[in-house]
DNA sequence: ACAAAAATGATTCACTTGTTGCAAACCTTG
DNA sequence: CAAGGTTTGCAACAAGTGAATCATTTTTGT
């Protein structure tokens, strides 16, 4: 793990020419870097046994402003190790990190990126394979996902709609979206998607659902979401950003991800109801030309 | 990696017992245990848009003695997580780099991670910059995008609906979502999404709206793609997927940098906006508990 | 050996930290 | 709608922070 660490090199080129205390101080820094980043200067001196004033004088013998800028950068290499996807993404576009990093668009995108990749956690795969199985063996999967979540919920049910009819999107003109629940039973599934600020409605429809008896499934935010406790099920999906708002982009992520489960658990009757998909919108002339099908 | 956190554990367990506020600091701590353990309570009070005083009540509700009980807990989280560094990385380079072998989840998930993190090169982010340059000073904006491509289209103009009334969503019941074109003026815009294949009724839209003179904008997926040769400004989405279909994901990461350079452009008046936005869902109860606004 | 220079220690200062007490604002619940 | 308790924001606090200053010691060159 070749980590380039350009402050421990200095320190170490700088070494010789250091008083004895300044030795004593910046060796102890760089034998325990982790230190810096979490205890106070005084601290770090008393356990160097060195004068606090001593750090100082070595941030100003290195060059620095003072103290805190040799604590930002341990900080910083803290942080970046235990995110831990940093490294990859740095690894995947080394250059546009470094060139581009500095216009908001990059710096999201870098985000949103390193957020999907946190999905690939064992926890969130499991989650994923476990809700992608109850999935499959629902009789009906009632889709309900409200305001910024509606994206999410009805891209769900319109590739579900392609493969079956199973899918039932719970959402309807006037405020009807709750009634394709009337003839909902136990065997059933909903998949409820909601992010921070939970809209009341959902939390509603949902627990009539659980009252119901039917089996609910959730995409949401947090272990404290409300959903968490109304769900038999729940996978979690960061939203944070550098924005205004929260991002759907890992929520949506999610959903094609299960759909794509689903799909592949019974290939040969995917690929044909596809195939009778193709066929339908043909002969609508919905779409511009003849639609391609991989292999 | 299911690592033990007791204190984690017990927040989440008593987490529907705190107040709205403690609720949030709450949070906010689980969300970024990092944080905790490297910035001081003040720091992170503010980063949690909460009081200062706030923390040190989530402590004491918890039964700490004081909130350095809570730092020291992620302080000492974070010294064995960097110490343990053999097997994390271990398990962080099996997570990334040879995730291809493992579940079909976990390679979807990491091409999408890449697919988005594409989209940082110098020509995508120059053409994000043209595009919401456009729709800055556009009169009106009509989002267009139909089948699958709606989920992306409404997301985006639900966000822009949050920020003022400039965004006309091109979509009704009954085939009436063109109708919205009809009083359409040249020193309009149209942002258009469509990835293959290609809706008839986009493609014929999207004529109609450049025979009106408007300004044609597109997602689309590719430079031979039918919008190429109707927009005036074109970004590119890559939807290849693994799965039976197309992916989605990049266009909505696209589109919400979208929303976002828009917001920032002006971020007094999008702080306006939002405000405005919360009071009236505030008064309509549409959320189950107060929208926290960072900053 | 003895100035001159460098390094170290002690003291102090301006500032931030975590905490607490109090009053205003906010629900509840009769 | 009013009394009650809870929740929240604010202001003040003592303690601790990093830095600056100056006196003292140590080192160095001749």
Redesign the pocket.
Known sequence: MPQRDPLREQIIAQYDAM????QQAARYVLEHPDEVALV????LARHAA????????L??FLGK????DI?EHYVAALRRGNDGFAAKVRQRTEGATAAANDTIAAHMLHGLSAQISQLCEPDSLQRLEAIANTLKSARKVYVLGLRSCHSVAWHFHYVMSLLGDRSVHLEGPAGTGGDRLIRAMPDDVMLVVSVKPYAVATLELTQLAKDKGLTILSITDSEVSPLVGLSDQTIFCPTESDSFFHTLTPALAISEVLCTLLAEDDRPQALDALQRADEHFLSLNTYASAIPRRE
């Open positions: 008083s004895p205390q300044l106070s200067m005084r601290e060195v004068q606090p004033a001593t750090m100082t004088r941030a100003k402003q003072g103290y805190d604590r």
